[in-house]
């Protein structure tokens, strides 16, 4: 048996092959763009409406926030809004908590 160890000892390892340096970075580029496409560019979006959307709030609208409460705006601030949620019941919460503007009237026909 001992025949067989000179002849795998002789066999040489063969040297493993060389990536290519540019299908790494182009693999790279790659993932960059799809994460740009599919991920940054909707979100940079989103966050440009909704500021267009807490900037345009104004007296009277009527408006659902982040936690699902209805309620009309009183008074707008810099940074807050009070809303009239029922009959003599004004809360003050952040202007960036409001989620959309209803259509006029659609609390009372709630």
């Not at 209805?70 to 009959?87: A, H, M, P, Q, W």
């Not at 202007?95 to 009237?105: D, E, N, R």
């Amino acid at each position: 048996m001992d025949f067989f160890i000179p002849a795998a000892m002789a066999q040489g390892t063969a040297p493993a092959p060389q990536a290519n340096p540019m299908i790494t970075v182009i693999m790279f580029v790659g993932l960059f763009v799809f994460m740009y496409l599919f991920i940054i560019r909707p979100q940079r979006k989103r966050q440009k409406e909704h500021q267009e959307l807490v900037s345009a709030l104004q007296k009277g609208d009527e408006v659902v926030m982040t936690s699902g409460m209805l309620g009309r705006i009183t008074k707008v601030d810099d940074n807050y809004v009070v809303l009239e949620v029922s009959d003599n019941m004004e809360l003050k919460f952040q202007k960036v908590a409001v989620h959309a503007v209803l259509p006029k009237g659609t609390i009372k026909k709630i």
